[in-house]
């Protein structure tokens, strides 16, 4: 069940053609946010904004590569031109990590993901903000980060990097602009079932019964939904007193 806690409010998401982005979506269309589904993923954004058409739900797909400033800047304007404003952002478009020893890393896939995962988030940040002040109603923004925003993991120096960064974005940001009443929180999920997910497990040869132990103390992978949940919360005026911190949906990982 879920309450229509963003009844009025229009939202973009980021990287929403698939895994968390799409849960996430949707269940802000089921609260009731009208939202613009961004991705570089057009055949599976649209497949999106159909099916939250046919619930019921309001929602339209702008084409976005986050790491290119004019098309971000476009985004924002889309949702503006499409929906009259801007109320909520989640900034969760990302590569997949890199898969290499710190001795080793591929220089040119660090600079690939530290420009979408990192200047990325930190770009739809400038536009985003740079639209709530111009309104001057406030706003909620999260960014997504992740445990590797926290934890060193092995092979992914590039993700890692860029994920500590991501927080560190958020807290100044939220720093920045809690005056007006724009809020800056961010996501660290644990180990989610996502084509993320499965690629990396692919990759090394693992699977969910022998590694899920070793991430989460529920012995299980978490479901994209339940990282919407968590989103959806911060988006909400529910949390309207909440700025600068990160929720830590990983099943207790980081607590150990
Ligand atoms: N899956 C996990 O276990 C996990 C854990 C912690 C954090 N995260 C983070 O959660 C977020 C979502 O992860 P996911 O597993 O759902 O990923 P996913 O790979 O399933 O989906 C990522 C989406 O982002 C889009 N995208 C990628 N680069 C883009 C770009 N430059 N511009 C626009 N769109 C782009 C893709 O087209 C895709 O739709 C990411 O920030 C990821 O780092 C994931």
């Not at 996430?24 to 991705?39: C, H, S």
Request: net charge negative; charged share 20%; aromatic share 8%.
């Amino acid at each position: 069940m879920t309450f229509p806690v963003l009844e009025g409010k229009v939202a973009i998401i980021t990287g929403a053609a698939m895994g968390m982005g799409e849960a996430t979506t949707r269940l802000f269309a089921d609260a009731k946010a009208k939202v613009v589904i961004a991705d570089f993923n057009e055949e599976k954004g649209k497949e999106v904004v159909e099916s939250i058409k046919a619930n019921g739900g309001e929602a339209a797909f702008v084409k976005v590569d986050v790491s290119n400033s004019e098309q971000v800047q476009a985004m924002v304007k889309f949702a503006v031109d499409t929906y009259g404003k801007l109320d909520v952002a989640v900034n969760n478009a990302a590569l997949t990590p890199d898969d290499k020893p710190a001795a080793e890393f591929d220089e040119d896939y660090w600079d690939r993901l530290m420009s979408v995962d990192l200047k990325g988030a930190a770009l739809c940040m400038k536009y985003e903000l740079q639209q709530m002040k111009a309104q001057g109603h406030g706003g909620s923004i999260i960014n997504i980060s992740s445990v590797s925003g926290y934890r060193p993991q092995p092979n992914n120096i590039a993700y890692v990097a860029a994920k500590h960064g991501v927080v560190g974005i958020t807290k100044v940001a939220a720093l920045e602009n809690g005056p007006e009443n724009i809020r800056v929180n961010s996501v660290a999920p644990g180990a989610i079932d996502t084509p993320m997910l499965r690629g990396a497990l692919e990759q090394f040869g693992l699977n969910e019964e022998e590694y899920a132990p070793q991430l989460s103390l529920l012995n299980r992978f978490g479901q994209a939904e339940e990282i919407a949940q968590a989103t959806l919360w911060l988006a909400s005026d529910a949390s309207s007193y909440v700025t600068g911190t990160t929720i830590h949906a990983d099943a207790g990982y980081t607590s150990r």
